[in-house]
């Protein structure tokens, strides 16, 4: 059973960067997932921010251009975001998840963590 | 960016009636659509992928269907653990997008 969980700060100071690590846990972040990173303002829907594979293959959304970096760290069977020049609007609950792909297409999220609130504000 | 939209925003249903909640895409996505229920203070379960197929240990009382542009998730009788928000999302191409969801509450 894959288990993922969120981590880092809860608050991030507008134009600052911020980072969140999920710890991967019952599976070997160098197998056969994408692994992504999700986000979902109070009270809104969700938005997928980007995935990435072990490889350094990436995806990530054209909304956030290029503010966006995921990492993956194998050696902590672990993977990370960040995302730069904060402001309020990226106030959100952010999830990462495992994204089931194949060699032709990805597909659906079919792990999700629990999620980390991030509040952005001075 | 193929726009996900969902109807009705809130559904209000009686336990043991059934539910027909819609999305419509954009863009033909073909069958490449996926449900979510998302419970308060939970993460997103997945409960249907291919417009059609049930992921593992979702009950049969949940249904999808559809293809191209429109879409249904049916819950034949409502159970108290379904009232919930319920989404759906495209993996026809990338960026990946969600509906903005549809809310089904007690009656």
């Known amino acids: 059973q894959v288990q993922l969980q969120e981590s880092g700060p809860g608050l991030v100071k507008p134009s600052e960067t911020l980072s969140l690590t999920c710890d991967v846990f019952g599976y070997s972040i160098s197998s056969g997932y994408y692994w992504a990173w999700i986000r979902q303002p109070p009270g809104k829907g969700l938005e997928w921010i980007g995935s990435?594979?072990?490889?350094?293959?990436?995806y990530n959304n054209p909304s956030l251009k290029s503010r966006v970096t995921i990492s993956i760290d194998t050696s902590k069977n672990q993977f990370s975001l960040k995302l730069t020049s904060v402001t309020a609007a990226d106030t959100a609950l952010y999830y990462c998840?495992?994204?089931?792909?194949?060699?032709?297409?990805?597909?659906?999220?079919?792990?999700w963590g629990l999620g980390t609130l991030v509040t952005v504000s001075s | 960016e193929i726009v996900m939209t969902q109807s009705p925003a809130t559904l209000s249903v009686s336990p043991g009636e059934r539910a027909t909640l819609s999305c419509r895409a954009s863009?033909?996505?073909?069958?490449?659509l996926a449900w979510y229920q998302q419970t308060p203070g939970q993460a997103p379960r997945l409960l249907i992928y291919?417009?059609?197929t049930r992921a593992t240990g979702i009950p049969a009382r949940f249904s999808g269907s559809g293809s191209g542009t429109e879409f249904t998730l049916s819950i034949s009788s409502l159970q108290s653990e379904d009232f919930a928000v319920y989404y759906c999302?495209?993996?026809?191409?990338?960026?990946?997008?969600f509906g903005g969801g549809t809310k089904v509450e007690i009656k």
């Open positions: 999302q495209q993996y026809d191409s990338w960026p990946l997008t």
């Open positions: 291919g417009a059609s």
């Open positions: 990435m594979y072990h490889s350094g293959n990436t």
């Open positions: 998840a495992s994204l089931y792909c194949d060699g032709r297409r990805c597909y659906y999220f079919d792990y």
């Open positions: 863009q033909s996505v073909s069958s490449y």
